[in-house]
């Protein structure tokens, strides 16, 4: 069973034992008490370890291993010792002292464990290494070494990602493991490497009390690996899906589907997949993910800037490219199946559509003949218009770019998304000519007024035909209610937020990849609570 431990860097015996309570509430296995800068105090050493609520390792690392210790080698062994001899359940040397010194390694030696030892209470040794910068050329010797030395309980392989590929190698570290083993990714690519590191059987994987005392680039909280990314459900089987773009720190989509799993009892874990803009790292990648079977990669949803490299990719490898997904020309949900082959859809279309009707309690037949404003020439304009084509409405383009509006409508006029498509010609204008307009529906599928700029909108002054009868739907959806919502209701119009499509494009993605019926009040209540 892998350990979740949590790292404390501990500043006095107070504040390490306040946070190890903290951690054990939150539900951590083990703590790792670093000493870099603890009181060089015997008795404190004791009590730390004596008086911890969890077992715990202890570690004291030197600023030439990226930690904050300013002493001598010889007084860091000497904590080192002090802490053996109150029984921690490990102590953890690097990897290059352990190589510098044979003095050290006898001090080292003479603390920890050995396989012959009969005797109980002697903490076992954790010979760990960590690159802040890459790969080591030397990793697989590295394993060796560590292998091979008798002292050696745990081998501990740390090193900073570049990319989503480099946790492969981590995970194949751990599926043939020499001894028990932690192997770890630090930085924004790293994250899979320590969720994903109970899937794999790792000996541990670390996380931190809180946002701000991560003692490692890239480390998440214990709060977070067990109830965001459900580390308590994840086994050999859990299936591993995610959320690709670029930058993705903070998207939601984690949130709702972690929780959407758990009330589905589905046993999947949902991450945060960072790739860079190249369409060449997308597809090493994501290639490389969807050939590792052992991860059970069974899909993504792609956002900015990956939704058309999801096309060409799906169209390279062969695959299933949705027709709707294929008429806008961007993508954002893949799919994969066990035996690897790869489909693309588009679900922010419907989404669109249906949270619209939805919301306003009109079918999608009653479209017909609506006339409706697209504000906005991007991509979720694209899939909105793409909608709207398969219905008889008047639909007129508006933005600030008057090319791209009238690239946009000559390409749906030219390339009807259906067959005998009832849609009128769709019409093009420039942004200005919007408070000038009258139509019965406003979408907002332009950035503006999204979080921090919440004080803008698109539409400022809203035009003066719109009444209690227009309807105005915001696609941005942080914050809830924008500026350009705010100024509709205040005048007595319609509105619709943007969750309303948020929360439908994942359901449809849900159902794709589950078979199960998507909660969506869940995905709603998720929403609301985290904006
Ligand atoms: P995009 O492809 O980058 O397009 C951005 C559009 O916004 C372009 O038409 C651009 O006009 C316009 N724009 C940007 N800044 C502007 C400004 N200051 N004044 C006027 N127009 C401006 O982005 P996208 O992928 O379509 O996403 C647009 C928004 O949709 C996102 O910001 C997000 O909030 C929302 N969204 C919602 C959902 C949902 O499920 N609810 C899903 C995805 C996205 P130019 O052509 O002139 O540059």
Avoid at 54 to 76: M, N
Avoid at 114 to 129: F, G
Avoid at 250 to 262: E, M, Q, V
Avoid at 437 to 466: K, Q, R
Wanted: proline residues 6%.
């Amino acid at each position: 069973m892998t350990i979740l431990a949590a790292s404390i860097l501990a500043e006095s015996l107070d504040h390490g034992l306040a946070q190890a309570s903290a951690a054990s509430e939150q539900g951590a296995d083990m703590v790792e008490f670093r000493l870099d800068i603890f009181p060089n105090d015997p008795d404190a050493i004791a009590r730390l370890i004596t008086q911890s609520p969890l077992p715990c390792t202890i570690t004291c690392r030197p600023k030439w291993e990226g930690g904050k210790f300013q002493g001598s080698e010889d007084e860091r062994l000497k904590v080192l010792a002090i802490a053996a001899k109150h029984n921690p359940a490990h102590i953890d040397i690097e990897l290059n002292a352990f190589r510098r010194s044979a003095a050290g390694r006898e001090i080292i030696d003479s603390l920890v464990s050995h396989p012959e030892d009969e005797k109980a209470n002697t903490p076992d040794l954790i010979i760990s290494s960590h690159d802040f910068d890459k790969r080591p050329a030397d990793l697989l010797q590295q394993l060796e070494f560590m292998a091979e030395q008798d002292c050696c309980s745990i081998i501990k392989l740390v090193w900073h990602a570049h990319s989503l590929k480099d946790n492969l190698e981590a995970f194949e570290l751990l599926l043939s493991p020499h001894k028990p083993t932690v192997a770890l990714c630090m930085g924004e690519f790293g994250l899979p490497s320590r969720i994903l590191a109970k899937k794999f059987d790792a000996f541990l994987s670390f996380a931190s009390i809180n946002d701000t005392s991560a003692t490692a680039p890239g480390q998440t909280s214990v709060e977070e690996m067990i109830r965001l990314y459900r580390w308590k459900k994840i086994n050999n089987r859990t299936a591993v899906l995610g959320v690709i773009g670029y930058p993705i720190g903070h998207s939601l989509s984690p949130h709702i589907f972690n929780a959407g799993f758990d009330q589905t009892d589905y046993n999947g874990t949902y991450l945060p997949l960072p790739i860079s803009p190249e369409y060449e790292q997308f597809k090493d990648v994501i290639e490389s993910w969807i050939s590792f079977r052992p991860l059970r990669f069974r899909g993504a949803s792609v956002t900015i800037p990956h939704k058309e490299n999801l096309i060409r990719f799906v169209s390279e490898k062969g695959g299933r490219i949705d027709p709707l997904a294929k008429a806008i020309g961007a993508a954002n949900t893949l799919s994969i199946k066990a035996d690897g082959s790869v489909r693309a859809s588009n679900t922010d279309c419907m989404a669109a559509l249906d949270g619209l009707c939805n919301a306003i309690d009109i079918t999608r037949q009653q479209l017909d003949d609506a006339s409706i404003a697209v504000i906005g020439a991007g991509g979720v304009a694209r899939a909105v218009v793409a909608g709207f084509a398969q219905y008889s409405s008047n639909v007129t383009i508006y933005n600030r770019t008057l090319t791209r509006a009238e690239a946009l409508a000559d390409d749906f006029n030219e390339h009807p998304v259906v067959e005998n498509q009832a849609c009128r010609s769709i019409k093009a204008l420039s942004l200005d000519q919007l408070p000038i307009s009258t139509h019965d529906i406003y979408i907002n599928c332009t950035s503006v007024g999204m979080y921090p700029n919440t004080d803008e909108s698109p539409l400022n002054p809203l035009p003066d035909s719109a009444n209690e009868n227009t309807v105005f739907f915001d696609t941005v959806y942080n914050p809830i209610n924008t500026m350009l919502l705010r100024q509709a209701a205040q005048r007595g119009c319609v509105t619709v937020s943007g969750i309303e499509m948020f929360i439908r494009q994942a359901a449809e993605q849900f159902q794709i990849w589950t078979g199960k019926t998507p909660p969506l009040d869940l995905f709603r209540s998720v929403m609301i609570k985290h904006l």
